[in-house]
């Protein structure tokens, strides 16, 4: 396994694969100057000794704002860039898949939330966008050439904050955050959300705090979330009931205390999710990040390091071809490139 | 800037414009409208920025007296405050993002220094608190990393490599080394490297050719590298007079590997030469070879560079005397008579001359005092000893290079030349001294490590508490210092716990009060990041506090499931029962449609505030209140739906039940009792049954009795007086009353 920092000299605001290889989409902020930019690069990788991979910047855009959260995605035609910013605003770049330059402004639409929105997934194909926010709301944003069209799914006034959120089905989605447990929501049942996971689990002090999470691509029943005190918990939407702890303080059997501070990202490894699949009660390998350094996969109950950094790693993004190669933002303005062998 | 200069007057600041200047000035025009005669209001931003704000009068009735005031700033009406930023300090020609970068950089190997160091303290233990012996060799693994970290290693100008090909020229251009770096590994040499005693000249001519380019503007490297450009258009080198000044100079400071590449660009060598300038073209081959085998006092040489190298010391001796005395012969050989080329002949009897170390020529041909010491320990003394009279011949040096003139005023020419000769003659004070004055607060804190490596005298100089610093020593003063650095940036503040942690006086306070002042209510995500840093140096109370800040501001901006999550987090049990408290009003207050909806969101909240905190009376109450709410709610939903009276009784009965726990004693503040009894009319109006019996009934009026009475002594808290009107406790009261007689005919 190979591990390279690749300084940047700005903080890495969110770091993405994109659908071509070795291409990142990267949301940088300039600390002296205060300017943000959206730049695609490409990860030369020169696979010498003694050569330490590199960035080329391919095309930049400047951006009004910092981005919360970055997601990436692509249809027949184009590859989809979208972020959300401080500003409460939802931006979405469509980039030529053959030619990918940031030539064009991005499709904008303001003032979707009022306090930083926290999360936003964005659909393969129809490139439907799914926005959430500490300030409680949910908003369904269609992207089309003509522009963005927003609705507001819920909105409980702040009562709820949600700080993450994924795409589970065309129609459905999970969605996490602040004193709200896991919430499954169906776009076409527009009352509430479908199912509810408790609010609490063991070990939480007072109420955790979920960050990311991460629904299983073919069983849709399962997801993962992350959040404080290095939690990893697992939520089956057959047993709605229950919360199962992969790691974190609390855990019966089977849990393992890999990280203890806050686990920022979580995602389902799609590296080892293609053949073998085992039994169905278990719960494939997970990948996650925390703020004390740890990028680690979580596999039956056991963890494995996959790098061990001196500063928080923000988040990271898996690549979507063969899931061999990561990308992690991390808070020394720098990308960490981690090579697994496939 | 805005300069006081009176009591009345306000100067503006030159440069009214809104971007930043030149000179990194900001003038930020703000709108307020805060009331009362013009402020200026002078506060520290981040950094080393000084915010001076100027507030003119806000408010409608601006204009007249603000023009009496100040005329300049008056007639601006664009904005009626500015809010100037300026810089203070010395400019620094260093890139932030570089500086920050070397932060992140050097922050792991101190840290790792640091834990070494407290492991050898405990294993010796403790109490004499000395360093071990081999302690040095940890540092020297220290310095070498930060050395690493502060830039690539570089010879001298354009190395053999160069002077042939003429390729990397560029590449040079655009990194030079940096005068810390130059400092750092000097200062390793002399505190940390018990290994280079053995061999000190020849550590110096390296160190020289690293760094000859940093230590000031007219050195040989300068030199060099102009005769270098030259070489490109000259087929006769030899002709010209600063071909052989240049290799004289390069013989002097030990570049070889230069001298030798240029002596083989001599004239003689070309093909069409040969015959005629058979004698010259030999003696410049002899005295490139005699240089090539020169013996040097080192444990080994780079593959390929020309010279011996000899770490045994006899063996060098015998050597070098074999070898002097090669060149002395050569100096009287019979050979120069027939060198017809007078330029050649002058030229290598000069080389010889430096080689047989004649003092005069040593001193013209190098031209900074550094070069000269190197040039005098090379050829000289190369048998020196480090310590003993260094320090004397680097002042002789000085001297004699100041008396040529070229230095008018040393310090304007040559600013590290105090700190050098400090360094060179273990001068710890000055070292100190002059590094604080030259430097960034970065290289003090780390560079303390090298100083207290071997030396005894400067462990106790700089490890003594000293009470003039508040009691704090000399390391500890300038870890506090950068700490403060790097606590001023909202990318560095997280390194900043790293170096306050062993600060064993202040840090920890320093620690407390940098964390207290993180803008937390901006980003949950800062918060976390503070708070994980509480978790490594177990800090509870900040901890507690900056939970209970972030609490507190979600709470005020209506985002109520986060404000509990935090003030949990905080377990702040009064600021929950506040809460909790407050979240009954929203529901209790009217009884509007939108309650029901309020109620099923509150049903999140009321399941986190969750039944463990049973020690909040408000909460308890809450838990209980959601439940019969709920409960009366299903209660009419299936009225409206379902009208099967088996059920409808049960879950009426059920409502009926939550009421009475809730309004047993010590469970409900009684201010909420007055709605609690209205819902209970609700309850006592079921038209097909008595729901509540005789027994329950008389509770229910004997809490309405207790209301009455408190309203009659005056003594409701926090209830409105109008809403206990007589009327509302006689409607109550009427309905209970048809209530019990209802239970009497049903019992």
Same mark, same amino acid.
């Given at each position: ?26 949301s ?21 000794e ?24 692509s ?8 972020l ?20 064009s ?11 930083l ?6 659909? !393969?194909?129809?490139l439907?966008?799914?926005?959430? $926010? ?6 369904l944003?269609? #992207?089309? /050439?003509? %522009? ?37 929501w ?32 073919s ?25 199962f702890?992969l790691?974190?303080?609390?855990g !019966? ?7 203890? $501070? ?8 799609? #590296?080892? /999710?293609? %053949? ?49 190669e ?17 | ?17 809104s971007?930043?200047?030149?000179d990194g000035?900001v003038?930020?025009t ?93 294993h010796d233990?403790?109490?004499?608190r ?12 220290f ?42 590994d ?17 550590r ?5 050719a ?17 005769l270098?450009?030259k ?31 240029l ?9 069409d ?11 410049v ?14 444990p080994?040489?780079p ?56 003092i ?58 105090e ?14 001294a ?20 071997k ?7 700089l ?17 506090l ?6 606590a001023?940036h ?5 390194l ?17 009060a ?5 803008p ?48 949990q ?8 029962a ?30 986190l ?80 049954q ?6 329950e009934?008389h ?15 005056g ?14 406790l ?18």
């Amino acid at each position: 396994m190979e591990v390279h920092r690749i300084p940047q000299g700005q903080y890495v605001d969110a770091v993405r694969w994109l659908p071509m290889p070795s291409t990142v989409a990267l949301s940088l902020c300039d600390a002296d100057t205060g300017l943000s930019t959206l730049e695609i690069s490409v990860l030369q990788d020169p696979d010498q000794e003694g050569q330490a991979p590199w960035m080329e910047t391919h095309a930049s855009w400047e951006l009004n704002s910092r981005t919360t959260a970055m997601k990436t995605s692509s249809n027949q035609s184009n590859i989809a860039i979208a972020l959300t910013s401080e500003t409460g605003s939802l931006s979405v770049f469509l980039v030529d898949a053959m030619n990918p330059f940031l030539d064009s402004p991005p499709l904008v639409l303001e003032r979707l939330h009022k306090f930083l929105p926290s999360a936003l997934d964005i659909q !393969k194909d129809t490139l439907q966008c799914v926005t959430v $926010g500490s300030d409680g709301k949910i908003n369904l944003v269609h #992207a089309g /050439q003509s %522009g963005l069209h927003g609705d507001c799914l819920h909105d409980n006034h702040g009562v709820l904050s949600y700080s993450a959120v994924c795409w589970a089905s065309p129609t459905e989605f999970v969605s996490a955050g602040q004193g709200t447990g896991i919430q499954w929501w169906d776009s076409r049942r527009p009352g509430g959300a479908v199912a509810q996971s408790p609010a609490k689990w063991a070990g939480a002090d007072g109420v955790g705090m979920i960050h990311a999470v991460d629904v299983h691509p073919s069983r849709k029943h399962l997801c993962v979330v992350g959040g404080s005190g290095g939690t990893v918990l697992a939520w089956d939407l057959r047993r709605q009931n229950e919360l199962f702890t992969l790691a974190g303080k609390g855990g !019966k059997g089977g849990s393992s205390t890999i990280a203890e $501070g806050e686990v920022w990202n979580v995602k389902l490894d799609p #590296a080892l /999710q293609g %053949g073998g699949q085992g039994e169905s009660g278990k719960i494939p390998p997970v990948l996650m990040c925390s703020e004390d350094g740890i990028l680690a996969i979580i596999e039956s109950g056991v963890a494995t390091e996959l790098a061990v950094e001196v500063c928080a790693i923000n988040s990271f993004d898996v690549d979507l071809e063969l899931g061999t190669e990561i990308v992690c933002a991390l808070e020394h303005e720098s990308v960490l490139y981690v090579k697994r062998p496939s | 800037m805005p300069n006081l200069s009176g009591a009345r007057e306000l100067v503006p600041y030159a440069k009214p414009s809104s971007s930043a200047g030149e000179d990194g000035v900001v003038v930020h025009t703000v709108h307020h409208s805060v009331a009362g005669s013009p402020r200026v209001l002078v506060s520290w931003g981040p950094g080393n920025t000084l915010c001076v704000s100027y507030l003119a009068q806000g408010g409608g009735g601006e204009g007249d007296q603000d023009v009496v005031m100040n005329p300049r700033f008056g007639d601006e009406n664009a904005g009626n405050g500015k809010v100037v930023e300026v810089k203070l300090g010395k400019k620094d020609d260093r890139p932030p993002a570089e500086k920050r970068a070397l932060a992140y950089s050097s922050v792991q190997a101190f840290a790792f220094l640091q834990n070494q160091k407290l492991m050898m303290l405990q294993h010796d233990g403790g109490p004499s608190r000395t360093v071990t012996s081999d302690w040095w060799q940890t540092v020297l693994d220290f310095s070498q990393t930060i050395s690493g970290t502060l830039g690539p290693s570089f010879g001298p100008p354009g190395s053999a490599t160069d002077f042939s090909g003429f390729s990397s020229k560029e590449v040079q251009e655009s990194s030079t080394p940096k005068i810390e770096k130059a400092i750092w590994d000097l200062v390793e040499i002399f505190y940390v490297d018990k290994n280079a005693a053995s061999w000190l000249p020849e550590r110096l001519v390296d160190w020289l050719a690293s760094y000859d380019v940093v230590l000031s503007s007219a050195t040989l490297y300068t030199k060099l590298t102009k005769l270098q450009q030259k070489l490109i258009i000259l087929r006769f080198p030899e002709d010209d007079q600063e071909y052989w000044d240049g290799i004289a100079s390069a013989l002097a400071v030990g570049w070889l590997d230069i001298v030798v590449s240029l002596l083989r660009m001599h004239g003689s060598y070309q093909h069409d030469q040969i015959d005629n300038r058979n004698v010259e073209n030999g003696l410049v081959e002899t005295v490139a070879v005699l240089i090539s085998k020169m013996p040097r006092l080192r444990p080994s040489l780079p593959a390929g560079a020309p010279g011996q190298a000899f770490n045994f010391k006899p063996e060098f001796s015998k050597a070098w005397e074999k070898w002097r005395s090669q060149v002395a012969k050569l100096d009287g050989s019979t050979y120069w008579g027939e060198c017809n080329h007078r330029e050649t002949l002058r030229g290598l009897k000069k080389l010889l001359k430096v080689l047989l170390g004649s003092i005069e020529d040593l001193l013209m041909a190098t031209s900074h005092w550094m070069e000269l010491l190197v040039a005098h320990l090379l050829h000289v003394q190369p048998f020196s000893k480090v310590s003993e009279g260094l320090a004397g011949y680097a002042v002789k040096c000085v001297e004699s290079k100041g008396d040529t003139g070229m230095n008018e005023s040393s310090l304007t020419n040559d600013p590290f030349q105090e700190l050098i000769l400090a360094i060179l003659s273990d001068d710890t004070e000055v070292v100190v001294a002059e590094c604080t004055r030259i430097f960034d607060p970065w290289l003090m804190a780390h560079v303390m490590e090298l100083l207290t490596a071997k030396s005894k005298y400067a462990q106790t100089l700089l490890k003594e508490e000293r009470y003039n610093l508040g009691g704090i020593s000399l390391e500890e003063l300038n870890r506090l210092f950068y700490a403060q650095v790097l606590a001023s940036h909202q990318l560095t503040w997280q390194l900043a716990p790293v170096y306050l942690s062993f600060c064993p006086r202040q840090g920890l306070g320093m620690l407390e009060a940098l964390l207290l002042r993180q803008p937390v209510t901006t980003s949950d995500r800062l918060a976390l990041k503070v708070l994980e840093v509480c978790r490594l140096y177990d800090l509870g109370a900040v901890a507690t506090s900056v939970n209970r800040i972030v609490g507190v501001h979600h709470w005020k901006h209506g985002r109520k499931g986060a404000g509990i999550a935090w003030l949990q987090r905080a377990k702040d049990d009064r600021r929950l029962a506040a809460v909790a408290d407050e979240l009954l009003e929203s529901v209790s207050l009217g009884m509007s449609g939108s309650q029901i909806e309020t109620l099923q969101q509150l049903e999140g909240l009321v399941d986190l505030l969750g039944s463990e905190l049973h020690s909040t009376q408000g909460l308890t109450f809450l838990h209980r209140y959601r439940d019969f709410k709920t409960g009366l709610h299903s209660m009419k939903e299936s009225r409206k739906q379902d009208p099967d009276p088996q059920k409808l009784a049960e879950k009426g009965r059920h409502a009926a039940d939550s009421l009475l726990q809730l309004l047993k004693p010590q469970v409900t503040p009684q201010r909420f009792w007055l709605p609690l009894l209205r819902d209970a009319v609700e309850l006592s109006e079921w038209p097909e049954q008595a729901l509540l019996g005789v027994h329950e009934t008389h509770v229910l009026l004997s809490r309405l009795q207790e209301l009455s009475l408190a309203k009659a002594r005056g003594d409701l808290e926090g209830i409105d007086s109008r809403d206990l009107s007589r009327q509302s406790l006689e409607r109550i009261r009427l309905a209970l009353a048809r209530n019990l007689g209802r239970a009497f005919l049903q019992e």
